[in-house]
């Protein structure tokens, strides 16, 4: 089921890069002060009925999937399993990174464009999808209620959530007919399937309009399609290395620079990272970013400085490289965190560019490898903390750039293990812990190179550095280190 759920996120997003460059050249609304909604100059109605009949649905639709077809042990509920959860409460639970940490949040995306296409606001929406993961946790599973489900679902739901409702958006509209308005509906439902079921029972997917349709106003827009090779190497505890292919997506929605900004994603950040490598697991790196509110502190004639508040949703994933070590390179996610961000520009005249940024960020929940930690599907620690992105752009024209980033990532485990814990008896499905007690801080650097070839293409090559430093209670220290290098041919659109 894993490799179904990311060979669908690749789906979607190879749609949305070809249903969207089509999209570029269609007429928009010129008032961009208000969005074009539905129904010409109004946001739809909310409806909270449908939305929530929607996510009902939606749950039941996962669960006899899982009962019925899959077959897994965790879908037999019964009402004694339902009182049981009501009775123990939550607990952290042991299931793959992959699984808590991305196939989660995607879920809650689903629970989170229903509540969106259904007229609410993002905050709305933000706690609906709340209550579709209380019920998948409390009612539709018979193992314990997971802790770490209830707060990665919704939040991190949120930022997938409306990364897509926005991209569905962007393909959507209700002036064509034909087949061509078919592409186009069915494009938008593979991004956001909720919308496309709301469009549907509303009438909305086949309904010629002398207007679009969208909901929001067309954002400033760069999409960057990349495609090439991959090294990586794990440096310590032991030297491994591994090539394969890899490709990259990245899509900058909105205005960086907009001074006074009170809508919640009208500038976000996507990256992700898809890997070819037998060794590695296909979804290598997940970044989205939201702008949630902005203001302006300085617009002259050398500077420009705004301070926001945003929401990230990060995910870093690898896997051991080849029998010459049973290590992981690295391994970490923060699919709940908030903070605040500077976003400097130069606006000196002349060829050369430069602009900054530096966030410091809450982590509510975040995950990091373990190197202690082995039980059934997890070998990382939960924990909570906080962190740091900061990083600087020099270009020449559009012909040449250098880009810095680091991130940084400190975590701490809290509730953890008795010392002397024999693990051949623990029952992975009762066992309450997010891990070893311990702190760790992961970071991670990435220095870019774009040469322009030709119009729209350019030579990249990115280089990444990542070091995990964990501190544990019971055991000895850990530091690791590996890196990647990655040489590509990227196009603008």
Partial sequence: MKKKYLLFLLFIILLFSVSLNAQLFTPVNKDLSRPVSFKGDTVPKKNWLQAGAITFGLNIGLW???????????SYISWHT???NFKHGFIWDN???????????????????ARRANGLNYWESGGLALAGSAMWELFMECEYPSTNDIIATPIGGMAIGEFLFRSSDLILDDRKTGFTRFGLEFASFIVAPTRGITRILNGEAWRKRPHSGKYFPTPDLKIEVSAGLRVLELKKPILD??????????VEYGDRFEGDSHTPYDYITFKLNLNAHSSQPFLGQLNIMGRLYSTELMNNTKDFLSLGMYQYYDYYDSDTISAVSSDVPYRFSTPASFGLGLIHKSNRPGNWGFNSFFHFNGILLGASLSDHYVLNDRDYNLGSGFGWKLGGALSYKDIFSVSLMNETFRLFTWKGYPENINWETVDERTLNAQGDTS?????SFCLRFDLKVRKNLYLTSMSYAYTRNTNYRYFPDVFSQSFETRLLMTYVF
């Fill in 64 to 74: 006899a999937h899982d009962r019925y077809i899959q077959k897994g042990d965790f």
């Fill in 82 to 84: 339902i009182k049981e």
């Fill in 95 to 113: 299931d793959y990174m992959g699984t808590n940490m991305f196939l989660h949040p995607y879920n809650g995306s689903l629970y989170f464009i």
């Fill in 241 to 250: 290395t591994g090539v394969g292919g890899v490709a990259n997506i990245q």
């Fill in 439 to 443: 702190q760790s801080t992961t970071h």
